[in-house]
């Protein structure tokens, strides 16, 4: 009978520490110095200055994206920045010359697209996204 209640009481006290699992540890704000801890990325005073950003397919990238680009990297297989360079590397990403920003005729436009490679797009984009225009 004592061996039950021992038992029952090891059981009850496993449930419990359990149930009281710690939490997980603050971190400070990723805002620039922001001293304030909290449990996401950011306080609830700089949340609003970094809006998530939306999914890939909600931006436009969804299937019928993957399979025109793919269709266009086919026929333009090379990238154009390497290529005016001299050079011949593989384009691996169709990009937007002048970026859409949400105007799906720009999006959608073939004449607003050219074939670049990884290291050409990223420079491109890191240029464009520190200083962005947008238009509606």
């Not at 001299?86 to 105007?103: E, L, Q, S």
Request: charged letters at 25%.
């Amino acid at each position: 009978m004592n061996k039950n209640i021992s038992s029952l009481r090891t059981a009850f006290l496993f449930s419990m520490e359990v149930a009281a699992m710690p939490r997980k540890a603050l971190k400070p704000c990723k805002h620039p110095g922001c001293p304030r801890l909290t449990e996401g990325a950011y306080c609830d005073e700089h949340k609003p200055l970094y809006p998530e950003r939306l999914s890939a397919s909600k931006r436009g990238y969804g299937s019928k994206w993957q399979r025109v680009s793919k269709a266009y990297l086919r026929k333009n297989p090379l990238c154009v920045k390497c290529l005016a360079q001299g050079k011949f590397v593989t384009a691996t990403v169709v990009d937007h010359v002048i970026p859409h920003r949400g105007d799906y005729s720009l999006m959608w436009s073939e004449s607003n697209w050219q074939a670049l490679c990884k290291s050409c797009h990223d420079k491109k984009t890191g240029q464009e996204e520190s200083r962005p225009v947008y238009k509606y």
